[in-house]
Protein backbone atom coordinates (compact mmCIF):
# COMPACT_ATOMS: atom_id res chain seq x y z
CA UNK A 1 0.00 0.00 0.00
CA UNK A 2 1.20 3.18 -1.09
CA UNK A 3 2.22 5.85 1.51
CA UNK A 4 -0.25 8.90 0.56
CA UNK A 5 0.52 12.57 0.72
CA UNK A 6 -1.28 15.23 2.81
CA UNK A 7 -1.68 18.42 1.29
CA UNK A 8 -2.62 21.48 3.34
CA UNK A 9 -6.23 21.65 2.02
CA UNK A 10 -6.48 18.15 3.17
CA UNK A 11 -5.30 19.68 6.58
CA UNK A 12 -7.47 22.75 6.31
CA UNK A 13 -10.48 20.60 5.71
CA UNK A 14 -10.40 19.62 9.41
CA UNK A 15 -9.82 23.01 11.24
CA UNK A 16 -11.99 25.56 12.18
CA UNK A 17 -10.97 28.79 9.42
CA UNK A 18 -10.04 28.52 5.78
CA UNK A 19 -7.19 30.59 6.33
CA UNK A 20 -3.67 29.51 6.17
CA UNK A 21 -1.60 30.06 9.43
CA UNK A 22 2.20 29.62 9.86
CA UNK A 23 1.83 26.92 12.07
CA UNK A 24 -0.81 25.00 9.83
CA UNK A 25 2.94 23.82 7.35
CA UNK A 26 4.42 22.56 10.99
CA UNK A 27 1.05 20.23 12.01
CA UNK A 28 0.83 19.25 8.20
CA UNK A 29 4.82 18.22 8.18
CA UNK A 30 3.89 16.33 11.37
CA UNK A 31 0.72 14.95 9.87
CA UNK A 32 2.44 13.29 6.96
CA UNK A 33 5.45 11.77 9.45
CA UNK A 34 2.00 10.47 11.05
CA UNK A 35 1.11 8.78 8.24
CA UNK A 36 4.44 7.10 7.54
CA UNK A 37 4.47 6.14 10.70
CA UNK A 38 1.13 4.05 10.82
CA UNK A 39 1.92 2.41 7.20
CA UNK A 40 5.08 0.41 9.21
CA UNK A 41 2.02 -0.88 11.06
CA UNK A 42 -0.48 -3.43 10.65
CA UNK A 43 -3.58 -0.86 11.06
CA UNK A 44 -4.58 0.16 7.44
CA UNK A 45 -3.80 -3.49 6.51
CA UNK A 46 -5.73 -5.07 8.97
CA UNK A 47 -9.00 -2.65 8.19
CA UNK A 48 -7.91 -1.64 4.59
CA UNK A 49 -11.01 -1.67 3.30
CA UNK A 50 -12.30 0.72 6.23
CA UNK A 51 -8.96 2.65 5.20
CA UNK A 52 -9.11 4.64 1.74
CA UNK A 53 -6.62 7.11 0.91
CA UNK A 54 -9.31 9.59 2.28
CA UNK A 55 -10.13 7.97 5.67
CA UNK A 56 -6.24 7.66 5.81
CA UNK A 57 -5.57 11.35 5.62
CA UNK A 58 -8.39 11.98 7.79
CA UNK A 59 -7.06 10.15 10.64
CA UNK A 60 -3.89 11.41 10.44
CA UNK A 61 -5.04 14.63 10.95
CA UNK A 62 -7.22 13.89 13.14
CA UNK A 63 -4.50 12.51 15.42
CA UNK A 64 -2.18 15.48 14.82
CA UNK A 65 -4.86 17.91 15.90
CA UNK A 66 -5.08 16.22 19.13
CA UNK A 67 -1.24 17.37 19.83
CA UNK A 68 -2.26 20.81 18.63
CA UNK A 69 -5.28 21.11 20.97
CA UNK A 70 -3.02 20.16 23.72
CA UNK A 71 0.28 22.32 22.76
CA UNK A 72 -2.49 25.89 21.98
CA UNK A 73 -4.98 24.93 24.63
CA UNK A 74 -7.80 25.09 23.25
CA UNK A 75 -9.30 22.31 25.57
CA UNK A 76 -11.54 20.22 23.68
CA UNK A 77 -9.48 17.15 24.62
CA UNK A 78 -8.74 18.08 28.52
CA UNK A 79 -12.68 18.93 28.40
CA UNK A 80 -13.50 15.55 27.51
CA UNK A 81 -11.09 13.73 29.94
CA UNK A 82 -12.60 15.56 32.84
CA UNK A 83 -15.69 15.39 32.08
CA UNK A 84 -14.84 11.18 31.92
CA UNK A 85 -13.12 11.68 34.89
CA UNK A 86 -16.07 13.64 36.81
CA UNK A 87 -18.22 10.72 35.36
CA UNK A 88 -16.17 7.41 36.35
CA UNK A 89 -13.21 8.49 38.57
CA UNK A 90 -10.85 7.69 35.51
CA UNK A 91 -9.45 10.09 32.55
CA UNK A 92 -10.19 7.53 29.98
CA UNK A 93 -12.68 4.06 29.22
CA UNK A 94 -10.60 0.93 28.41
CA UNK A 95 -6.84 1.22 29.15
CA UNK A 96 -5.25 1.19 32.21
CA UNK A 97 -4.56 5.29 33.11
CA UNK A 98 -2.47 4.78 36.37
CA UNK A 99 0.42 6.49 34.87
CA UNK A 100 -1.74 9.17 33.63
CA UNK A 101 -0.59 12.28 32.69
CA UNK A 102 -3.12 15.24 32.25
CA UNK A 103 -2.96 18.03 30.12
CA UNK A 104 0.38 16.23 28.37
CA UNK A 105 0.52 13.73 25.21
CA UNK A 106 -0.68 9.98 26.46
CA UNK A 107 -0.22 6.41 24.72
CA UNK A 108 -3.51 5.50 25.94
CA UNK A 109 -5.35 9.07 24.81
CA UNK A 110 -4.05 8.04 21.15
CA UNK A 111 -5.02 4.92 21.29
CA UNK A 112 -8.83 5.63 22.45
CA UNK A 113 -8.59 8.31 19.77
CA UNK A 114 -8.00 5.89 17.24
CA UNK A 115 -10.46 3.49 18.35
CA UNK A 116 -13.23 6.26 18.90
CA UNK A 117 -12.75 7.74 15.02
CA UNK A 118 -12.54 4.01 13.66
CA UNK A 119 -16.29 3.44 14.98
CA UNK A 120 -17.32 6.80 13.86
CA UNK A 121 -16.36 6.92 10.65
CA UNK A 122 -18.37 3.86 10.21
CA UNK A 123 -21.02 2.45 11.93
CA UNK A 124 -21.44 -1.00 10.35
CA UNK A 125 -19.00 -3.08 12.74
CA UNK A 126 -17.64 -2.38 16.43
CA UNK A 127 -14.20 -2.43 16.67
CA UNK A 128 -12.71 -3.85 20.26
CA UNK A 129 -10.73 -0.90 21.85
CA UNK A 130 -8.08 -3.84 23.09
CA UNK A 131 -7.71 -4.53 19.54
CA UNK A 132 -3.69 -5.63 19.01
CA UNK A 133 -3.71 -3.81 15.50
CA UNK A 134 -4.84 -0.08 17.42
CA UNK A 135 -2.27 -0.60 20.58
CA UNK A 136 0.74 -1.13 17.97
CA UNK A 137 -0.85 2.18 15.80
CA UNK A 138 -0.90 3.68 19.01
CA UNK A 139 2.65 3.01 20.25
CA UNK A 140 4.14 4.16 16.98
CA UNK A 141 2.46 7.67 16.87
CA UNK A 142 3.54 8.36 20.44
CA UNK A 143 7.12 8.03 19.15
CA UNK A 144 6.41 11.08 16.80
CA UNK A 145 4.33 12.78 19.17
CA UNK A 146 7.03 12.72 21.59
CA UNK A 147 9.69 13.68 19.63
CA UNK A 148 7.41 16.89 19.05
CA UNK A 149 5.87 17.90 22.45
CA UNK A 150 8.74 19.65 23.11
CA UNK A 151 9.14 21.95 20.15
CA UNK A 152 5.28 22.54 19.01
CA UNK A 153 4.60 25.70 18.00
CA UNK A 154 1.00 26.94 19.87
CA UNK A 155 -1.47 27.91 17.35
CA UNK A 156 -3.15 31.16 18.48
CA UNK A 157 -6.02 31.34 16.25
CA UNK A 158 -7.04 28.24 18.35
CA UNK A 159 -6.44 28.94 21.77
CA UNK A 160 -9.20 30.82 22.29
CA UNK A 161 -11.37 30.06 19.36
CA UNK A 162 -13.64 27.91 20.92
CA UNK A 163 -14.40 29.90 23.61
CA UNK A 164 -17.41 32.54 24.10
CA UNK A 165 -16.26 35.85 23.00
CA UNK A 166 -16.21 39.30 24.79
CA UNK A 167 -20.06 39.99 25.23
CA UNK A 168 -21.85 36.53 26.80
CA UNK A 169 -25.06 37.99 27.29
CA UNK A 170 -25.55 37.83 24.28
CA UNK A 171 -27.04 34.40 23.15
CA UNK A 172 -26.16 34.62 20.03
CA UNK A 173 -22.04 34.89 20.75
CA UNK A 174 -22.46 31.94 23.82
CA UNK A 175 -24.37 30.00 21.12
CA UNK A 176 -21.30 30.54 18.38
CA UNK A 177 -19.50 29.04 20.72
CA UNK A 178 -21.40 26.12 21.28
CA UNK A 179 -21.46 25.92 17.20
CA UNK A 180 -17.78 25.88 16.89
CA UNK A 181 -17.27 23.10 19.40
CA UNK A 182 -19.97 20.66 17.71
CA UNK A 183 -19.55 21.82 13.80
CA UNK A 184 -16.34 23.31 13.41
CA UNK A 185 -13.91 21.11 15.80
CA UNK A 186 -11.71 17.81 15.27
CA UNK A 187 -12.65 15.78 18.01
CA UNK A 188 -16.53 16.34 16.95
CA UNK A 189 -15.20 16.18 13.19
CA UNK A 190 -16.64 12.10 12.54
CA UNK A 191 -19.62 12.94 14.84
CA UNK A 192 -21.72 16.02 15.32
CA UNK A 193 -20.18 17.76 12.31
CA UNK A 194 -20.56 14.88 9.98
CA UNK A 195 -24.52 14.86 11.39
CA UNK A 196 -24.79 17.98 10.10
CA UNK A 197 -23.06 17.58 6.73
CA UNK A 198 -25.60 14.18 5.76
CA UNK A 199 -28.23 16.31 7.13
CA UNK A 200 -27.34 19.37 4.58
CA UNK A 201 -26.78 17.38 1.84
CA UNK A 202 -29.74 15.48 2.09
CA UNK A 203 -31.97 18.62 2.21
CA UNK A 204 -29.99 19.25 -0.44
CA UNK A 205 -30.72 16.46 -3.00
CA UNK A 206 -34.64 16.52 -1.88
CA UNK A 207 -36.80 17.88 -5.14
CA UNK A 208 -39.39 18.95 -3.21
CA UNK A 209 -39.42 21.47 -0.34
CA UNK A 210 -42.04 23.82 0.69
CA UNK A 211 -40.12 26.40 2.33
CA UNK A 212 -36.93 28.39 0.76
CA UNK A 213 -33.65 26.27 1.38
CA UNK A 214 -31.84 29.17 3.46
CA UNK A 215 -34.49 28.84 6.24
CA UNK A 216 -34.56 25.02 5.84
CA UNK A 217 -30.40 24.88 6.77
CA UNK A 218 -30.58 27.34 8.80
CA UNK A 219 -32.91 25.70 10.95
CA UNK A 220 -31.57 22.37 10.34
CA UNK A 221 -28.10 23.78 12.34
CA UNK A 222 -29.89 24.78 14.91
CA UNK A 223 -32.28 22.08 15.66
CA UNK A 224 -29.00 20.02 15.41
CA UNK A 225 -27.04 22.27 17.94
CA UNK A 226 -29.51 22.17 20.11
CA UNK A 227 -30.75 18.67 20.27
CA UNK A 228 -27.91 16.46 19.03
CA UNK A 229 -26.36 14.68 21.75
CA UNK A 230 -22.20 13.75 20.98
CA UNK A 231 -21.14 10.32 20.84
CA UNK A 232 -18.61 10.93 23.18
CA UNK A 233 -20.23 10.76 26.93
CA UNK A 234 -23.83 11.22 25.05
CA UNK A 235 -23.52 15.05 26.33
CA UNK A 236 -25.46 17.88 24.43
CA UNK A 237 -23.29 21.05 22.87
CA UNK A 238 -24.44 23.43 25.58
CA UNK A 239 -22.68 21.03 28.09
CA UNK A 240 -19.51 21.07 26.32
CA UNK A 241 -19.17 24.52 25.88
CA UNK A 242 -19.88 24.39 29.99
CA UNK A 243 -16.48 22.50 30.17
CA UNK A 244 -14.71 24.58 27.47
CA UNK A 245 -15.51 27.64 28.97
CA UNK A 246 -15.10 26.31 32.74
CA UNK A 247 -13.10 28.81 34.14
CA UNK A 248 -15.36 31.78 33.70
CA UNK A 249 -17.55 30.11 36.47
CA UNK A 250 -20.78 32.27 35.81
CA UNK A 251 -20.38 30.77 32.10
CA UNK A 252 -20.46 27.79 33.29
CA UNK A 253 -23.47 28.12 34.93
CA UNK A 254 -25.35 29.62 32.16
CA UNK A 255 -24.59 26.89 29.63
CA UNK A 256 -25.56 24.41 31.73
CA UNK A 257 -29.14 26.18 32.47
CA UNK A 258 -29.71 26.90 28.89
CA UNK A 259 -33.12 25.74 27.61
CA UNK A 260 -34.43 23.21 25.58
CA UNK A 261 -35.07 24.92 22.02
CA UNK A 262 -39.23 25.49 21.67
CA UNK A 263 -39.92 24.87 17.68
CA UNK A 264 -43.70 25.74 17.79
CA UNK A 265 -46.37 27.85 15.87
CA UNK A 266 -47.66 30.91 18.26
CA UNK A 267 -50.18 33.90 17.53
CA UNK A 268 -48.42 36.94 17.79
CA UNK A 269 -50.48 39.11 20.48
CA UNK A 270 -48.48 41.96 21.07
CA UNK A 271 -45.19 44.27 21.92
CA UNK A 272 -44.06 46.58 24.41
CA UNK A 273 -40.14 48.59 24.14
CA UNK A 274 -38.42 45.61 24.63
CA UNK A 275 -40.30 42.59 24.57
CA UNK A 276 -42.50 40.74 21.96
CA UNK A 277 -45.17 39.04 23.04
CA UNK A 278 -46.00 35.15 21.60
CA UNK A 279 -48.58 32.96 22.45
CA UNK A 280 -48.40 29.46 21.78
CA UNK A 281 -51.08 27.40 20.22
CA UNK A 282 -51.11 24.30 21.54
CA UNK A 283 -50.38 24.87 25.52
CA UNK A 284 -51.80 28.43 25.53
CA UNK A 285 -48.52 29.71 27.06
CA UNK A 286 -47.26 33.35 26.79
CA UNK A 287 -43.95 33.94 25.43
CA UNK A 288 -42.20 37.29 25.98
CA UNK A 289 -39.28 37.18 23.28
CA UNK A 290 -36.70 39.89 24.06
CA UNK A 291 -36.25 42.33 20.99
CA UNK A 292 -32.11 42.17 21.03
CA UNK A 293 -32.88 38.92 19.32
CA UNK A 294 -35.21 40.13 16.36
CA UNK A 295 -34.73 43.47 14.64
CA UNK A 296 -38.26 43.39 12.64
CA UNK A 297 -40.28 43.76 15.25
CA UNK A 298 -42.44 47.01 13.61
CA UNK A 299 -43.38 44.92 10.69
CA UNK A 300 -45.39 42.81 13.68
CA UNK A 301 -48.41 44.65 13.49
CA UNK A 302 -51.59 42.07 12.78
CA UNK A 303 -53.02 40.42 16.01
CA UNK A 304 -53.16 36.32 16.15
CA UNK A 305 -51.25 36.18 13.21
CA UNK A 306 -49.87 32.58 13.20
CA UNK A 307 -45.89 32.40 13.03
CA UNK A 308 -44.01 28.98 13.01
CA UNK A 309 -40.80 29.97 15.34
CA UNK A 310 -37.70 28.89 17.50
CA UNK A 311 -37.29 30.27 21.19
CA UNK A 312 -34.34 29.32 23.46
CA UNK A 313 -34.18 30.92 27.16
CA UNK A 314 -30.51 32.01 28.16
CA UNK A 315 -29.85 34.67 31.54
CA UNK A 316 -33.55 34.56 31.92
CA UNK A 317 -34.74 36.18 28.47
CA UNK A 318 -36.47 33.89 25.89
CA UNK A 319 -34.50 34.86 22.80
CA UNK A 320 -35.14 34.06 19.26
CA UNK A 321 -33.15 30.78 17.32
CA UNK A 322 -33.48 29.35 14.44
CA UNK A 323 -36.00 30.40 12.00
CA UNK A 324 -39.73 32.51 11.66
CA UNK A 325 -41.90 32.86 9.08
CA UNK A 326 -45.70 33.02 8.41
CA UNK A 327 -47.93 30.46 8.50
CA UNK A 328 -51.71 31.55 6.68
CA UNK A 329 -54.56 31.75 9.22
CA UNK A 330 -56.97 28.21 9.19
CA UNK A 331 -59.10 27.32 12.48
CA UNK A 332 -59.01 23.84 11.41
CA UNK A 333 -54.89 24.23 11.67
CA UNK A 334 -55.69 25.72 14.99
CA UNK A 335 -57.73 22.99 16.17
CA UNK A 336 -55.37 20.36 14.79
CA UNK A 337 -52.56 22.42 16.59
CA UNK A 338 -54.57 22.57 19.93
CA UNK A 339 -54.93 18.68 19.84
CA UNK A 340 -51.39 17.95 19.51
CA UNK A 341 -49.53 15.57 21.72
CA UNK A 342 -46.17 16.76 20.18
CA UNK A 343 -46.67 20.58 20.16
CA UNK A 344 -48.02 20.00 23.79
CA UNK A 345 -44.44 18.15 24.43
CA UNK A 346 -42.40 20.40 23.03
CA UNK A 347 -43.38 22.99 25.77
CA UNK A 348 -43.61 20.02 28.66
CA UNK A 349 -40.21 21.04 30.47
CA UNK A 350 -41.27 23.88 31.56
CA UNK A 351 -44.35 22.21 33.71
CA UNK A 352 -41.24 19.96 34.65
CA UNK A 353 -42.51 18.36 37.94
CA UNK A 354 -40.36 15.73 39.14
CA UNK A 355 -41.86 14.91 41.99
CA UNK A 356 -45.05 14.56 40.71
CA UNK A 357 -43.84 12.49 37.81
CA UNK A 358 -41.84 9.96 40.23
CA UNK A 359 -45.25 9.85 42.15
CA UNK A 360 -47.08 8.88 38.71
CA UNK A 361 -44.33 6.33 37.63
CA UNK A 362 -44.62 4.44 40.92
CA UNK A 363 -48.34 4.43 40.92
CA UNK A 364 -48.33 3.32 37.27
CA UNK A 365 -45.35 0.90 38.29
CA UNK A 366 -47.58 -1.02 40.97
CA UNK A 367 -50.49 -1.12 38.72
CA UNK A 368 -48.92 -2.70 35.94
CA UNK A 369 -46.80 -5.51 38.35
CA UNK A 370 -50.60 -6.54 39.61
CA UNK A 371 -51.78 -6.81 36.03
CA UNK A 372 -48.79 -8.56 34.83
CA UNK A 373 -48.35 -11.35 37.64
CA UNK A 374 -45.54 -9.75 39.29
CA UNK A 375 -43.12 -9.16 36.30
CA UNK A 376 -41.88 -6.18 35.31
CA UNK A 377 -40.88 -7.30 32.07
CA UNK A 378 -43.28 -10.02 30.18
CA UNK A 379 -42.47 -12.28 27.34
CA UNK A 380 -44.72 -13.03 24.35
CA UNK A 381 -45.45 -13.81 21.01
CA UNK A 382 -44.97 -10.38 18.78
CA UNK A 383 -48.62 -10.15 17.66
CA UNK A 384 -49.90 -10.62 21.20
CA UNK A 385 -48.05 -7.14 22.36
CA UNK A 386 -50.46 -4.43 21.06
CA UNK A 387 -53.67 -6.82 22.96
CA UNK A 388 -51.05 -6.89 25.97
CA UNK A 389 -50.67 -3.25 26.22
CA UNK A 390 -54.46 -2.32 25.55
CA UNK A 391 -55.49 -4.72 28.07
CA UNK A 392 -53.23 -3.31 30.88
CA UNK A 393 -54.67 0.49 29.47
CA UNK A 394 -58.05 -0.31 30.65
CA UNK A 395 -57.10 -1.98 33.45
CA UNK A 396 -55.12 0.75 34.80
CA UNK A 397 -58.28 3.18 33.82
CA UNK A 398 -60.78 0.92 35.47
CA UNK A 399 -58.57 0.76 38.41
CA UNK A 400 -58.76 5.14 38.08
CA UNK A 401 -62.23 4.75 37.66
CA UNK A 402 -62.17 6.13 34.30
CA UNK A 403 -63.30 3.39 32.26
CA UNK A 404 -61.77 1.31 29.07
CA UNK A 405 -59.63 2.90 26.03
CA UNK A 406 -61.49 3.43 22.80
CA UNK A 407 -61.71 0.48 20.98
CA UNK A 408 -62.50 0.73 17.43
CA UNK A 409 -62.90 -3.23 16.57
CA UNK A 410 -65.09 -3.41 19.81
CA UNK A 411 -62.61 -6.56 20.53
CA UNK A 412 -61.96 -8.62 24.08
CA UNK A 413 -58.77 -7.48 24.84
CA UNK A 414 -59.05 -9.57 28.05
CA UNK A 415 -55.23 -11.36 28.32
CA UNK A 416 -54.95 -14.78 28.47
CA UNK A 417 -51.75 -15.95 30.07
CA UNK A 418 -52.04 -19.78 28.46
CA UNK A 419 -51.38 -17.53 25.12
CA UNK A 420 -47.93 -16.90 26.39
CA UNK A 421 -46.88 -20.63 26.72
CA UNK A 422 -47.67 -21.45 23.18
CA UNK A 423 -45.19 -19.34 21.28
CA UNK A 424 -44.70 -19.15 17.81
CA UNK A 425 -43.70 -16.98 15.64
CA UNK A 426 -41.62 -13.79 15.76
CA UNK A 427 -41.96 -12.90 19.83
CA UNK A 428 -41.45 -9.41 21.55
CA UNK A 429 -41.50 -8.02 24.86
CA UNK A 430 -43.53 -5.61 27.39
CA UNK A 431 -41.61 -3.80 30.14
CA UNK A 432 -42.20 -1.21 32.52
CA UNK A 433 -38.99 1.20 33.30
CA UNK A 434 -39.51 2.74 36.49
CA UNK A 435 -38.19 5.93 34.71
CA UNK A 436 -40.06 6.49 31.70
CA UNK A 437 -43.05 3.49 31.60
CA UNK A 438 -44.44 0.83 29.63
CA UNK A 439 -41.77 0.07 26.55
CA UNK A 440 -42.04 -2.59 23.98
CA UNK A 441 -39.70 -4.56 22.06
CA UNK A 442 -39.38 -7.10 19.45
CA UNK A 443 -36.59 -9.32 18.27
CA UNK A 444 -34.22 -9.39 21.71
CA UNK A 445 -35.90 -11.78 24.09
CA UNK A 446 -33.04 -14.04 24.06
CA UNK A 447 -30.75 -11.27 25.39
CA UNK A 448 -32.83 -12.11 28.77
CA UNK A 449 -31.49 -14.71 30.64
CA UNK A 450 -34.83 -15.02 33.42
CA UNK A 451 -36.41 -18.09 34.28
CA UNK A 452 -39.74 -16.43 33.03
CA UNK A 453 -38.56 -16.01 29.39
CA UNK A 454 -39.97 -19.17 27.43
CA UNK A 455 -38.24 -18.24 24.66
CA UNK A 456 -34.23 -17.70 25.91
CA UNK A 457 -31.84 -19.12 23.19
CA UNK A 458 -28.03 -19.09 24.89
CA UNK A 459 -26.94 -19.81 20.97
CA UNK A 460 -28.99 -15.98 19.94
CA UNK A 461 -28.20 -14.40 23.30
CA UNK A 462 -24.94 -12.75 21.61
CA UNK A 463 -26.25 -11.96 19.07
CA UNK A 464 -29.41 -10.28 20.49
CA UNK A 465 -27.61 -9.10 23.31
CA UNK A 466 -25.14 -7.27 21.26
CA UNK A 467 -28.25 -5.94 18.40
CA UNK A 468 -30.09 -4.01 22.22
CA UNK A 469 -26.87 -2.76 23.45
CA UNK A 470 -26.74 -0.71 20.29
CA UNK A 471 -30.31 0.00 19.27
CA UNK A 472 -31.04 3.56 19.63
CA UNK A 473 -34.63 2.84 20.40
CA UNK A 474 -34.09 0.41 23.22
CA UNK A 475 -33.49 2.42 26.75
CA UNK A 476 -31.08 2.37 28.34
CA UNK A 477 -33.09 1.22 31.45
CA UNK A 478 -34.13 -2.03 29.52
CA UNK A 479 -30.16 -2.78 28.64
CA UNK A 480 -29.22 -2.71 32.38
CA UNK A 481 -31.91 -5.23 33.09
CA UNK A 482 -30.47 -7.10 31.07
CA UNK A 483 -27.25 -6.45 32.09
CA UNK A 484 -27.93 -6.91 35.69
CA UNK A 485 -30.17 -10.26 34.82
CA UNK A 486 -27.17 -11.83 32.42
CA UNK A 487 -23.85 -10.37 33.58
CA UNK A 488 -22.83 -13.91 35.06
CA UNK A 489 -25.07 -16.38 32.61
CA UNK A 490 -24.74 -14.64 29.24
CA UNK A 491 -22.00 -15.28 27.07
CA UNK A 492 -21.58 -12.18 26.09
CA UNK A 493 -20.46 -10.83 29.45
CA UNK A 494 -17.87 -13.33 29.63
CA UNK A 495 -16.18 -11.83 26.55
CA UNK A 496 -16.58 -7.96 27.61
CA UNK A 497 -14.90 -8.99 30.58
CA UNK A 498 -12.35 -10.83 29.17
CA UNK A 499 -11.11 -7.91 26.94
CA UNK A 500 -11.67 -5.05 30.29
CA UNK A 501 -15.03 -3.46 28.37
CA UNK A 502 -17.32 -4.68 30.79
CA UNK A 503 -16.67 -1.93 33.50
CA UNK A 504 -16.71 0.75 30.70
CA UNK A 505 -20.01 -0.59 29.76
CA UNK A 506 -21.89 2.42 30.41
CA UNK A 507 -19.86 4.42 28.60
CA UNK A 508 -20.16 2.21 25.59
CA UNK A 509 -24.28 2.83 25.73
CA UNK A 510 -23.52 6.91 25.91
CA UNK A 511 -21.73 5.87 23.07
CA UNK A 512 -23.96 3.81 21.46
CA UNK A 513 -27.20 5.48 21.98
CA UNK A 514 -26.42 9.25 22.12
CA UNK A 515 -29.38 10.75 23.05
CA UNK A 516 -31.60 7.83 23.28
CA UNK A 517 -29.39 6.94 26.11
CA UNK A 518 -31.27 9.52 28.35
CA UNK A 519 -34.62 7.82 29.69
CA UNK A 520 -37.15 10.32 29.73
CA UNK A 521 -41.02 9.89 31.25
CA UNK A 522 -43.27 8.56 28.18
CA UNK A 523 -45.82 10.81 29.10
CA UNK A 524 -46.32 14.60 29.11
CA UNK A 525 -47.83 17.14 31.75
CA UNK A 526 -50.50 19.03 29.72
CA UNK A 527 -53.45 21.50 30.90
CA UNK A 528 -50.91 23.81 32.72
CA UNK A 529 -50.42 27.76 31.52
Given at each position: MPITKIYIKDWLEIKPYDTIHQEDHYYLHLSNKVMEALHKGDLFKEYEKLFTSKVRIKLCCFLTSYLEDLVSGSELWNSFVRKHTKLYDKPLPFYVTEDYAEEEINNEDICFLIWYFMNTIQEEQFIIPGNEVILEAGTLVMDIFEEAWEYAPENDKLKDFYAVEEGASNYYKSRLSIDKILFRSWLFSTDTKKILEDSVETLLNESEIDSPRHIILNETRDFILHTSYTRLLSLKGNEWAAEVNGKRLDLRHEFNNISLKILGNFFYKSQDEYDI????????????????????????????????????????????????????????????????????????????????????????????????????????????????????????????????????????????????????????????????????????????????????????????????????????????????????????????????????????????????YHTRPSFALVGKK
Amino acid sequence: MPITKIYIKDWLEIKPYDTIHQEDHYYLHLSNKVMEALHKGDLFKEYEKLFTSKVRIKLCCFLTSYLEDLVSGSELWNSFVRKHTKLYDKPLPFYVTEDYAEEEINNEDICFLIWYFMNTIQEEQFIIPGNEVILEAGTLVMDIFEEAWEYAPENDKLKDFYAVEEGASNYYKSRLSIDKILFRSWLFSTDTKKILEDSVETLLNESEIDSPRHIILNETRDFILHTSYTRLLSLKGNEWAAEVNGKRLDLRHEFNNISLKILGNFFYKSQDEYDIFFEHIASGKLFKMTKKSYDHAKELVVVDKIFSLGLVKWLGEWWFSGTIYELPYNENFIKKERKSIDALRAVAFLDDDTEFMKETLIEHRKLFLEYSNGQEIVFMPFDHIEKFVKGYMNFFNKKLGKGDVPNEDSEDISWDWNEINNPSGDTGLVYFNPESGVEMAHGFNSAFAVDHNPYYDEERSTEHLMQMLIDKSISTGLCYYAIEQGKNKLPLFKILGSKGILTDIDFLLRFWKRDAYHTRPSFALVGKK
